[in-house]
């Protein structure tokens, strides 16, 4: 078998006209392969319809309907409509995830991010600790500098579930991310306080 690093070139040309390629080796594998390569162009070039055209790279509308959800659930959550608001910010999650693989996939770290933030944020209003602690770490795994709302969520919510050691070296984490972060600095005290106490 021969060693996967090897290289052969192999004496094959492709006619300017027809594209078709050629070879000047008499292995019969080759031939075969080409042979096949070249059905395949042929067939291509009878379809009736063109290829289709490469997808545009950002659906405008899908993003415009995520922001409208993560708008929408955040008036829902100024009223105090917390549970409201977590289902819209649900719906944004699935449409930013559902993306197709070619858009970037930087946009999608940030609008998941930002929605998983946001429904935190809803879960803590309802003292939904565990809930507030998953999305706000997902926020932080999705976009870990610039976020620092998420890393002070999922701090506070270890902090109210009493989990004080963890709290405080999350928040740690979080101020090396983010630099002193007011915060962020402000957690950590608050936590250190109530370590004393403890």
């Known amino acids: ?31 075969e392969e080409l042979a096949a390569l070249n059905n395949l162009h042929k067939s291509l070039l009878q379809l009736e319809s063109p290829v289709p055209p490469p997808p545009i790279p950002v659906n405008q509308k899908r993003s415009a309907n995520i922001t409208k959800l993560r708008e929408s659930g955040n008036a829902e959550f100024r009223k105090g409509k917390h549970a409201e608001a977590i ?55 999705a976009k870990k500098v610039g976020n620092a709302k998420a890393w002070w969520r999922k701090g506070r919510c270890l902090m109210e579930m009493g989990r004080l050691e963890e709290a405080k070296e999350w928040v740690g984490r979080g101020l090396e991310m983010e630099g002193n972060e007011a915060d962020l600095v402000g957690l950590l005290k608050d936590i250190e306080e109530k370590e004393k106490k403890a």
């Open 1 to 31: 078998m021969e060693d996967s690093e090897t290289f052969t070139q192999l004496p094959i040309c492709m006619d300017p006209t027809s594209k078709a390629i050629t070879t000047s080796s008499s292995s019969r594998a080759l031939q």
């Open 87 to 141: 289902k819209l910010y649900a719906l944004g999650l699935q449409m930013a995830l559902g993306r197709p693989h070619w858009e970037p996939s930087g946009l999608v770290r940030d609008e998941v991010a930002g929605l998983y933030a946001n429904r935190a944020q809803a879960h803590m209003a309802m003292s939904n600790w565990v809930e507030g602690l998953v999305d706000a770490e997902a926020s932080v795994e």
